[in-house]
């Protein structure tokens, strides 16, 4: 394939970019980048009454977070009313378009009297001109809308590149209004001019504008524009085979972000929701890139598994560098109101802990600790500290106070109180990580305390006993 290819993610800022919405744009842009082509960012903004700044903001954020950068726009439908009005034109003064004075209540009454004959409900064309018909004069006081001149018969067709051949009858079609009756042009048909105007080759977007692809084909046809070749990706449903919610997972990307997941740990998750490499479950962005096409795309609806999405995360923070970890705890610990500075380097704790978390918030968690004036739960203090506890976490004070502090001879220091008291490694080492951190499990116990610092761990063990 050349690199002529185009493709577009046009979402409409009513809401946040959820899972479904990224999924649609990573795939866009996959297959852009793939063929060495161009992905335009569009805003389909023409929902005045839903529209918000807020989630322009929101949409911009999520695509920059997932590091979908865009070749062109993003464009705005709301700046491009001139041109979608002039096109209007052109088809009124083509004999493609008309005006239609069926008031609102003439529509109602005309559907209830086809739903009581067991007809589908559908604009009769009383106002389309043809041939031999005469229409009636405009009535005083109806501001007309414009409807397309859609074809009385055949088919409309196209080979979906992921669902296959789909075919509509035209008859199954009304007349769509494409301009309102304040002028302002309608959803499928802005689409249309902006995929002929942007030179869009693929339609890479959700299966629920299924419906709308044959008439967005018509005008597309009546334009004298090349037809976008089309790929309908089928829905994601949450872990219970239900539709996708909040409960399970339909949320913001950015959430994801909050909840602390690592943003290509996301993309990987995403781009193994209804596509697949062979058995391959972990790649990078590259090797998506390298592998994307429209061919593996499964016809059927991806399930979203929040528990593989854990997994993922916790191997990309494994493999995340110490000190991109840090910053990213750093960061969480300020917005707790907890000062990053006030107790040990982030970096060595995050390489001690970062095997042990899935995602950030659990990995900021663990270190929480280490730079709060924490106190630990006396029901806590009373289960793991007995005398011959305290007595042992009293030398071993003794001799951390002159040890050199390096894991090796902290190492040797816990073993020799130990044989000294007469207890075994988890006798000792379990109640020092209780009083020094309030957790009984921890990393190596002697790679804690020459992460911690000597004069912190002292201090802590001094208040405890």
Known sequence: MSASVRTRFAPSPTGYLHIGGARTALFSWAFARHHGGQFILRIEDTDVARS??????????????????????????????????????????????????????????????QRANNEKPRYDGRWRPAAGKTLPSPPSGVQPVVRFCNPLDGTVAWDDLVKGRIAIANEELDDLIIARADGTPTYNFCVCVDDWDMGITHVIRGDDHVNN?????????????????????????????????????????????DDGYLPEAVVNYLARLGWSHGDDEIFSREQFVQWFDLDHITPSAAQFNTEKLRWLNAHYMKQAD??????????????????????????????????????????????????????????????????????????????????????AALSAAIKDTCTECGLKMPQVAIPLRVVLLGQPQTPSIDAVLEAFGQERVLARLKRAL
């Open 52 to 113: 918000t700044p807020e989630a322009v903001q929101a949409i911009l954020d999520g695509m920059k977070w997932l590091d979908l950068r865009h070749d062109e726009g993003p464009f705005y439908q709301m700046q491009r009313m001139d041109r979608y009005k002039q096109v209007i034109a052109h088809l009124l003064a083509d004999g493609l378009a008309y005006y239609c004075y069926t008031t609102p209540d003439e529509l109602d009454a005309l559907r209830e009297h």
């Open 213 to 257: 692809t044959p008439r967005q084909i018509n005008i597309l046809r009546a334009l004298g524009a090349t037809v976008p070749q089309y790929a309908h990706l089928s829905m994601i449903l949450g872990d219970d085979g239900q539709k996708l919610s909040k409960r399970h997972g339909a949320v913001s990307v950015t959430q994801y972000d």
């Open 322 to 407: 110490n000190s991109r970890l840090a910053a990213e705890v750093a960061s969480r610990l300020a917005r707790r109101g907890v000062d990053p500075e006030s107790g040990p380097a982030v970096e060595p704790l995050v390489a001690l802990y970062k095997d042990r978390a899935s995602t950030l918030v659990e990995l900021t968690d663990a270190l929480e600790a280490f730079f709060i004036d924490l106190h630990v739960a006396p029901e806590l203090l009373a289960q793991h500290l007995n005398e011959p506890v305290r007595d042992a976490l009293g030398r071993l004070a003794t001799r951390l106070d002159s040890v050199v502090w390096e894991k």
